[in-house]
């Protein structure tokens, strides 16, 4: 089993999330007692949300590199970003180490082509849904991206910064998801990415006939691919 090295705190909501659905995957694989080996590294989420919006990007490579590096030395294989926004830099992250790190839009494209989907809608923050370092990271694999119109984004980013990253979990704000949902859905989406690792604690599959694709748990579920080698019992 080879040790997953997880960046987190962006938020720790989610982050918990990712300990949680890696744990479970790697105990049905390997059964009994087992559970996964991980490092994690969790990060002030206030310092690195006061860069972003502040458009300090570099500042937040840094942190988010000696994070990386904290884990390389602490004996991970490959690193997960617990965070879509995030990878906005995960270039300068790549470049502090020598372990492989183990892209959210390359394992939700990978679950998208498999599923036939090559029109999606993105949630997300206003950088992840406006900025390209995301939607080209999908598009170059095939798949157009839909976004919402410009009111739509701004409930959608609001909701993530003062509620869901603070574990507040309203029926409004849920409603107003699923209304963007359904939006996407009348333009074309064949489904739509929940792209901020939050959103999957508000709404789920269950919510809508529109197909959900939570990058959280698709991340955790490729991190557990990429530890265990196919068809491994040994821990």
């Avoid at 002030?44 to 030395?73: C, K, N, P, Y």
């Avoid at 926004?85 to 372990?99: N, W």
Wanted: charge should be negative.
């Amino acid at each position: 089993m080879q040790t997953i090295g997880l960046i987190g705190g962006m938020s720790w909501e989610s982050t918990q999330t990712y300990y949680r659905l890696i744990n479970q995957q790697v105990r049905e694989r390997l059964g009994g007692l087992h559970s996964a080996r991980l490092v994690l590294y969790s990060v002030d989420f206030a310092e690195i949300e006061a860069l972003q919006h502040r458009g300090d990007w570099d500042a937040t490579a840094e942190i988010l590199g000696s994070a990386a590096q904290a884990l390389e030395a602490a004996g991970a294989d490959f690193l997960v970003l617990c965070t879509n926004t995030m990878h906005k830099v995960a270039p300068q992250i790549e470049s502090t180490v020598a372990i492989p790190l183990l892209h959210i839009a390359d394992a939700t494209a990978s679950l998208l082509l498999d599923d036939d989907v090559t029109r999606v809608g993105l949630l997300g923050t206003r950088f992840t849904m406006e900025q390209a370092f995301y939607r080209e990271r999908l598009e170059a694999r095939g798949i157009e991206v839909l976004v919402p119109g410009d009111a739509q984004r701004e409930v959608i980013h609001d909701v993530i910064y003062r509620e869901l990253c603070q574990g507040v979990i309203t029926p409004e704000s849920k409603a107003a998801y699923l209304g963007v949902v359904d939006t996407l859905a009348q333009r074309g989406a064949q489904g739509v990415i929940l792209g901020c690792t939050e959103i999957g604690l508000l709404i789920q599959a269950g919510d809508t006939d529109v197909s959900l694709y939570d990058t959280s748990a698709i991340h955790a579920e490729q991190a557990v691919h990429r530890a265990l080698p196919a068809g491994s019992l040994d821990p």
